[in-house]
Structure formats: C-alpha cells, structure tokens
C-alpha cells in the first residue's frame, strides 16, 4: 500500500465552500467507480479555511498517469471536474492547469 498527501486550495466565497461541501456529501457514481477502479482503497478530504488536504491509500501498482488516463475517458468524471473547478484555485506554486499538488513528507513518527 502507498499513501499519497495532496493539496487545493478552495476560492475564498463562503457560499461556494458550501456548495462544494455539500457536493462531497454525495459524490456522482460514476466518479467514486473511478476511484475505486484506479487503485484508490482509502481517500480522506480535509478543509481548513480555504485550504484542502487529501490523503489517498492506493494499490502498491497504482499511478497518477494512469488515473490522469482513465479519467481522459470518462465522461462524468470530466464533467465533475469541470463543475469542482468552480470552487478550486490552484496552490502558489502549481504548474499551469494543475489543480491537486502532491505533498512532501517532511516528517514521520
């Protein structure tokens, strides 16, 4: 199993946080299929502010490229993604079109 740790950040509008949340609480199908059928076993999101973090377990042969290629083909899922980009804005420092940026580990117990 590996453990990947992503990051978003949310626009700053108390009204769509909300709206966003209230998505979460009922994901479309045909979005978790995707997700379970990529390698994905365990996915945990969490909100401070306008800030996400997610925690994704995965398959030991998991891979982001995979997922990326999976979803190219999905219909529902791009139409999912294109409706959560409402709500998203990329983190400082992400590449041009990237929305979830993969976390360092900088410290383990």
């Known amino acids: 199993m590996k453990r990947y740790c992503l990051t978003l950040d949310l626009k700053d509008d108390t009204s769509l946080i909300a709206e966003y949340e209230a998505y979460h609480k009922s994901v479309w199908p045909e979005v978790l299929d995707s997700i379970n059928g990529s390698g994905i076993i365990g ?54 079109g990237e929305k979830w940026v993969l976390m360092d580990k900088i410290f383990q117990l």
Do not use: C, H
């Not at 190219?72 to 999912?80: G, L, M, R």
């Open 43 to 96: 996915m945990e999101i969490y909100r401070y502010d306008i800030r996400l973090f997610m925690i994704m377990e995965t398959t030991d042969d998991f891979s982001f490229e995979n997922k990326a290629a999976m979803d190219a083909d999905n219909v529902k899922v791009q139409e999912w993604e294109q409706l959560m980009w409402k709500y998203q804005q990329p983190v400082k420092g992400a590449i041009a």
